[in-house]
């Protein structure tokens, strides 16, 4: 069953729409309706992409690496957002804390509202 705070795996579209690699992501939220249509945003082991203050970084020594799955400290990109079907998630590898998923979020609607 998918909940917001999983990492899953997912093909993650390039920005100019060619399909990309096999990369970790994270449900952000389900969207309300009918359909199994999820918020997400990517992860990448990239750590110099990191945005101060709008991404967040999960590393080794952190509480919930562990649990999340993912192999090496990784930049959890909000950045970079998507919304897709559930039916084409590959599976969830682990899950983050629920007050990391509170603090992206936090700053992904601070964001919006300054903008």
């Known amino acids: 069953m998918k909940k917001a705070g999983q990492v899953v795996l997912f093909r993650f579209p390039q920005t100019d729409l060619e399909q990309g690699k096999l990369r970790p992501a994270l449900l952000l939220a389900k969207l309300p309706g009918e359909y199994d249509d999820w918020l997400i945003c990517m992860i ?32 959890i990109r909000v950045g970079r957002l998507a919304v897709i079907s559930g039916e ?9 804390s629920a007050e990391r998923l509170s603090r992206i979020k936090q700053n992904l609607s601070e964001w919006l509202r300054e903008r």
């Open 44 to 75: 990448s082991s990239q750590t110099r992409q990191y945005v101060a203050g709008f991404d967040e970084i999960i590393k080794e020594d952190d509480t919930d690496f562990e649990q999340s799955g993912l192999k090496v400290a990784s930049v």
């Open 88 to 96: 084409i998630l590959l599976g969830a590898i682990g899950e983050i």
